[in-house]
């Protein structure tokens, strides 16, 4: 890839660790430690593909930072993949596994290589050939892997499979995302957008803000969204207007009722996607709005829950003046430039690596229920992840409430801040 | 007729019983006086051969040509028949009368008696017999006179001949064989040429009892059913399942013949609506349904009506499709795919609603001839004027019945060239496989929203969706089938589908896998639970748990094979057994024809070109190309500015005119995560491109990996969106960038917005950058060659017009439109006032348009002169006749005597027979 600084992840990742680090007044030696990665592998998987000839793909994997557990991250495929791009997704996980406060260091990986082109047979002859490679760096306390882009359940279970044939046992515990079952754990689904919910519910416990009181306004109607107004309304609260991507249109469709939306109703016209049927919903008594219309409503709270760079400079000043909490559903939902203004404007905002860490937790949680080969119930796990979520969200509210942080800094520091104490804790730094 | 030779195969011996000769040939004589005289020639012809001197004398005596006369003079030497030459005998012999000839006496047979045993006499008789009974039934079909119902007469009265081969000779089975093709299917070569080598008479014998006509018709069975046909008896080959095809269906089917038609419009007085034809685009538009409803309200012809109901008893209350077959479809060449009707019939309630019900299907399938589109159609490939025949396929609809609906388990269509490749890995010969639940309505036409899953046979390990996502959008969620109670045909969402039917869903484990914490699962029947369970149609089970896709591709292979040609099918599959539905060569035209490829370029006209990874079409009439410049996006400071060129691609979508503009842009179009990569559009922001082209520059040793558009491809094959990748450091390839950087930008001026990022996204107008100029892009595959071309708007190089009017040309009919063409050019140089000729008619092959290359012209000119004005007609005449002759040879290679054939009949003389009238000189 090119060698430019113009655009390069990794250099971006350092820039906001080195704010931090300012914030934090970390000394020399840790900062040098924790702006790189510990180790990086990176091999050759050989493959004989269905035509008999030979491919070799490369693999890699890059292990952050390990002081507070093993590593932890997704592997991806892809058919061009930097070592840039992923050195700083694995330093977002240490950042991520911190401010969640699980005992998981960061870490990331992959292959280069375009499944689009692959077999099913020359699909799994990677992943074990992944697994064959790294099994000695891997494992249930080592380093855990996770589906990320382009990998699925599938892929998971073949490494899986071929790390048991190697080391000789079961060990459950080495990659998470399996399917329920096969060692995944309840509660998956719902973990990120209730997640949300439980962030929501401290700040707006905080901000002195009876939840059944409160009205919000949502983008996206997938998996997060759909289980953050789940988690919501059971509270007490209202949605009254939810996007959602029309793909026949190939727009996105904004659906509002004063009275507050129906859930189980519009997950009823919902395809798959998310996508509400626009006509189905008109006769149900939704007004159709324009897709960007979910952000200025008259509402308590904004759930931006569907892809990055929605609130920007340009429309940030649109919010309306009611809304007092922002909770980040989705990741880079908004903006830098979109920060400096909601934080002029008093707006609460719940970044996104703290307010979607319901995701990493419950795979946290699958990893723990493997490793002991016990499997709790779905409230078990829920009331677990709640408990996480409270401890989490305060941890970074009362560090920013304290030095008046906004509070992405604030989530920053308190993880940078916990990894550095691992590392001179354990006589690293 | 084949001469029997001396050592005859054995076998050929034994079907005959032995039967003593003489008391045959004294039936024989008494009753058939010219047969006697065919076999006595035969035995006589065959005595000569094996050099019997008496048989050469008796010759002597027989032969009522020259050398027998010669010979009888004595000028010949006896045992040498037809030594004379031609040159000494310049008299005609002497005819022998007839009950004198030896022929007559059977003195043949006696004097064969004398050196021959009795088996092999009543051996050579017999056989000689079944030739001559073969001979007359061959006459028979082969007479065009012959009517259909004449034709299977003959057929069934020498079923018994025919039946076992019973000794004749191969060809003289061979050439019954193509008579019966040539009179039942198709005179076009090709298709005979295959036909008759899997074609067997027995099989026109079974077809017979299922073919509705009527008293005096004499047409074909029209295209579909040629096609069909001709694939089943290809399938029934032992070489189709020595390739792997295993077993094969066709559904049971009856035929109305084409011209019965003709008769129905006879009998209704309904000839003035041929007429359609010739009328404006928009009258015909406004017209046709009130001639659909004239069409349905007009009586059928009884012979019709008592066929319809004999075909209804042999269905029994099965679902029915009616589809066209017209003389003009889906034969070799042609594609007149989906341009007439199919209409499915539910086929409940009582006898009397269902014979109404298939007579009203009958009707709107013939009026559908007078539709706009067919008629647009075909005037666009000059074949207007031909009488249109059309015959109907009365089918059953492969399924089964599920709850209230009838349907089959999946369906599709697969073809043996793949135009739709989503990865470099794919050949154009791997084929392709469109795939759907129910009727396999959905798979043929593309549907709005829904979408048919792809595979690939000759790849069964490549998916189009790599993502569960991706798999979970492209999957079909609606099914066609047909509503046994309410009597229609619907289009129903699967999820309900399958809350009513569940487990009886024939095959559901093969064409449904289980959506299960965020993980595709195999269905186990028994363990179904369809209210909770979530379905998805993705038909994994079938592609690969089963050898259903080994088998299409052998399917696909042995049907090309025979056929010489890449082939298209329709298949369906009722939960038991597989059917094929429909058989033709793989339309090469429309959006899949080779672009012929334009040689003797001026460089400064060619934009760029490809020779890698190129499909089938032509994108014509480009305005505009918006060009995001590879350099230009690299050094872009940082995501948010790469983020803001989707953007802009997008409102660019928005505002060009649809499919007037392609994008050219580096690497990967619709990037998301990796922007750097390519353009972060979604498919909203493309889907008004005509072509998506992605630039692969070369980095070092590296080239980059393209997408091949697999963020959105299926969106793209459904739209016609075009695909081209372009490799422009590869050897000889041009890509004029400096054209698209040296051409105003436009952008500033239609996103003023967006003018900071004028050096990153150009948007080139084309004409005003060329001086008036489009852009057009020609890509034939079988060259693996594209070329993207600035030409004049008005200068349409091999079009789709053209392009048709030349396969057009190709076709057999060109010899009757030449022929038509001539006749009327021929008739508006005739002067009424100084001719003397009143009137001139067409008539014969050419006005039926059944003309061959070997066919003449027969005109009939009534002629009401005095009689110089009539010599100087017959010279004009002939003088036309000696030029066209030299005509049609240089054009066919084929040399006729004569091809004007004009009789000069009174003025007042309307006995006469006579065709269309042809307007003469200043008539209209």
């Not at chain 2, 001559?132 to 001949?161: H, K, Q, W």
Request: glycine letters at 8%; a negative charge; one cysteine or more.
């Amino acid at each position: 890839m090119a060698h430019d600084a113009s655009f390069n992840p990794f250099q971006m990742a350092r820039a906001q660790f080195d704010k931090s680090a300012d914030l934090i007044g970390l000394d020399q030696g840790t900062r040098e430690l924790l702006r790189s990665p510990l180790r990086e592998f990176h091999f050759s998987i050989p493959v004989r593909m269905d035509d008999g000839t030979v491919k070799v793909f490369q693999g890699f994997r890059v292990q952050h930072n390990d002081a507070r557990g093993p590593a932890k991250g997704g592997i991806r495929f892809h058919p061009q993949e930097t070592a840039d791009t992923v050195r700083a997704l694995a330093m977002w996980m240490t950042w991520k596994c911190a401010v969640a406060d699980i005992p998981l260091g960061g870490g990331k990986g992959g292959v280069i290589c375009d499944p689009h082109h692959l077999s099913a047979r020359e699909q799994e002859a990677i992943c074990r050939g992944w697994v064959r490679q790294m099994n000695k760096n891997v494992g249930p306390v080592e380093d855990v892997p996770a589906p990320d882009v382009m990998t699925n359940p599938q892929h998971m279970l073949w490494m899986l499979d071929e790390f048991e044939v190697i080391r000789g046992g079961h060990y459950p515990g080495m990659i998470t995302g399996k399917p329920v079952g096969m060692g995944g754990s309840l509660g998956r689904t719902e973990a990120t957008g209730y997640g949300c919910v439980y962030c929501l519910r401290e700040a707006l416990a905080e901000l002195g803000i009876d939840v059944k009181a409160t009205t919000a306004s949502v983008q996206g109607f997938g998996n997060v969204a759909q289980y953050a107004i789940e988690l919501y309304h059971r509270m007490g609260g209202k949605t009254k207007s939810v996007s959602s991507w029309n793909h026949a249109e190939q727009k996105s469709v904004s659906y509002q009722k004063a009275s507050g939306i129906d859930l189980e109703q519009l997950r009823g016209i919902t395809d798959r996607f998310g996508g509400i049927d626009p006509a189905k919903a008109r006769e149900l008594g939704y007004e159709i709005l324009p897709g960007d219309a979910w952000l200025d409503r008259e509402v308590d709270i904004l759930i931006p829950a569907a892809i990055e760079n929605q609130i920007t400079g340009a429309n940030a000043e649109k919010i309306s003046k009611r809304v007092k909490v922002v909770v980040e559903g989705a990741n880079g939902p908004t903006t830098p430039e979109a920060d400096a203004i909601l934080f002029k404007r008093g707006i609460f905002n719940i970044p996104d690596f703290l307010a979607n860490a319901g995701g990493v937790t419950c795979s946290y949680f699958e990893q723990v229920q493997c490793n002991t080969n016990f499997f709790w119930d779905r409230d078990d796990v829920l009331g677990k992840l709640d408990a996480k979520m409270k401890t989490a969200y305060h941890s970074v509210s009362d560090l920013a409430r304290k030095k008046k942080l906004y509070m992405r800094d604030a989530a920053y520091v308190v993880a940078v801040n916990r990894v550095a104490a691992a590392c001179r804790d354990r006589g690293w730094a | 007729m084949d001469r029997a030779r001396g050592g005859q195969p054995d076998d050929s011996r034994r079907a005959f019983a032995a039967v003593p000769w003489r008391e045959l040939l004294d039936v024989i004589r008494q009753g058939r006086g010219r047969q006697f005289v065919r076999v006595s020639r035969k035995m006589l012809n065959h005595l000569c051969s094996i050099g019997l001197s008496e048989a050469q004398v008796m010759l002597a005596e027989v032969d009522t040509g020259p050398a027998g006369a010669a010979r009888r003079e004595g000028r010949l030497d006896a045992g040498r028949p037809g030594s004379a030459r031609p040159s000494q005998t310049k008299v005609p012999g002497t005819r022998l009368p007839l009950e004198q000839s030896p022929l007559m006496t059977g003195a043949p047979f006696e004097l064969a008696a004398r050196y021959l045993p009795d088996e092999e006499i009543s051996e050579r008789l017999q056989r000689w017999l079944k030739e001559d009974e073969a001979s007359f039934f061959g006459t028979v079909v082969a007479d065009p006179r012959s009517t259909m119902p004449e034709i299977a007469e003959a057929i069934r009265r020498y079923n018994d001949v025919l039946l076992g081969r019973s000794g004749l000779a191969p060809s003289t089975l061979k050439s019954l064989r193509v008579s019966l093709i040539q009179r039942f299917l198709t005179e076009q070569l090709d298709y005979i040429n295959v036909a008759k080598e899997v074609a067997r008479i027995t099989d026109f014998h079974g077809l017979l009892d299922r073919v509705i006509m009527t008293r005096g018709c004499y047409g074909k069975l029209g295209g579909k059913a040629a096609g069909l046909l001709l694939a089943g008896w290809i399938l029934e080959r032992p070489e189709a399942a020595e390739m792997g095809v295993g077993t094969v269906k066709t559904p049971r089917t009856w035929y109305v013949v084409s011209d019965v038609i003709m008769d129905f419009i006879r009998l209704n007085d309904l000839d003035d609506v041929m007429d359609q034809k010739f009328k404006d685009i928009t009258q015909v538009r406004r017209e046709y349904p009130n001639l659909v409803q004239l069409f349905k309200n007009s009586p059928f012809p009884p012979d019709l009506v008592e066929g319809l109901s004999r075909a209804l008893d042999y269905f029994g209350d099965v679902p029915l499709i009616i589809r066209s077959s017209s003389l003009l479809e889906d034969r070799f060449g042609t594609a007149f795919s989906g341009k007439y009707k199919s209409l499915f019939l539910p086929n409940r309630g009582s006898r009397a609603d269902r014979l109404a019900a298939l007579q009203d299907a009958v009707a709107e399938v013939w009026a559908s001839i007078l539709g706009p589109d067919p008629i647009e159609y075909r005037r666009e490939r000059g074949l207007q004027e031909f009488v249109e025949e059309m015959g109907i396929l009365i089918q059953e609809v492969v399924g089964t019945r599920v709850g209230r609906y009838w349907l089959p388990a999946f369906a599709g269509v697969a073809f043996s060239l793949n135009e739709f490749r989503w990865s470099p890995r794919i050949r154009r010969e791997d084929g392709l496989l469109r795939l759907v639940p129910g009727l396999g309505t959905r798979a043929v036409d593309r549907v709005g929203d829904d979408f048919p899953v792809l595979a690939v046979p000759g790849q069964r390990g490549l998916r189009a969706h790599a993502s569960l996502q991706e798999t979970l959008r492209y999957s079909p969620r609606q099914a066609d089938v047909i509503n046994l109670e309410t009597a229609s045909f619907e289009t129903v969402p699967l999820a309900d589908l399958l809350k009513e039917a569940g487990a009886d869903y024939p095959l559901v484990e093969r064409v449904f896998s289980v959506l299960r914490g965020g993980h595709l699962q195999q269905v186990q029947r028994l363990m179904l639970d369809p209210e909770h369970d979530d379905l998805v149609a993705d038909l994994r089970g079938l592609l690969d748990g089963t050898d259903f896709v080994t088998r299409i591709q052998a399917l696909l292979k042995t049907l090309a094979m025979y056929l010489q040609s890449p082939v298209d099918i329709e298949f369906a599959h009722d939960g038991k057994d597989f059917y094929l539905v429909q058989c033709r060569p793989q339309a090469m035209s429309g959006d899949n024809a080779p672009s012929p490829i334009p040689h003797d370029l001026r460089p400064e006209d060619v934009l760029f070109t490809a020779d890698r990874f190129v499909s089938n079409g032509q994108v014509p009439d480009i305005t505009h190309v918006v060009y995001v410049v590879p350099e230009a996006y690299a050094e872009l400071p940082d995501r948010e500015t790469m983020a803001s060129v989707g953007r802009v691609v997008g409102a660019l979508n928005g505002l060009l005119r649809k499919r007037s503009f392609i994008l050219v842009g580096p690497g990967r179009w619709g990037s998301r995560g990796d922007i750097k990569l390519g353009v972060a559009v979604t498919y909203a922001d493309i889907n008004n491109t005509a072509m998506l082209v992605e630039v692969a520059r070369r980095r070092g040793d590296y080239v980059p990996d393209l997408s091949f558009g697999t963020h959105f491809f299926q969106d793209l094959v459904e739209a016609g969106i075009r695909y081209l990748p372009l490799y422009p450091d590869d050897a000889g390839i041009v890509f004029r960038e400096d054209f698209l950087l040296g051409a105003p930008n436009r952008l500033a001026e239609l996103l003023p917005d967006h003018a900071p990022l004028e050096h990153c996204v150009r948007v080139v107008d084309v004409p005003a950058a060329s001086r008036g100029r489009v852009l057009r892009i020609y890509q034939n595959a079988e060259l693996d060659h594209a070329v993207a071309v600035l030409e004049a708007p008005g200068d349409r190089r091999a079009t789709g017009a053209a392009r048709a009017t030349a396969a057009a040309a190709d076709s057999p009919l060109r010899h009757a439109r030449w022929r038509r063409q001539v006749a009327e050019e021929l008739a508006r140089s005739l002067d009424p006032d100084t001719s003397g000729v009143v009137a001139v008619h067409l008539r014969g092959s050419v006005a039926d348009g059944r003309a061959t290359a070997e066919s003449d012209i027969d005109l009939v000119v009534r002629f009401g002169g005095d009689d110089g004005q009539r010599a100087r007609l017959e010279v004009w005449l002939d003088g036309w006749n000696r030029a066209l002759a030299v005509l049609n040879q240089q054009s066919t290679g084929v040399r006729v005597e004569r091809l004007l054939d004009a009789v000069i009949v009174a003025a007042d003389d309307h006995e006469v027979a006579g065709g269309p009238r042809l307007p003469l000189k200043d008539e209209l």
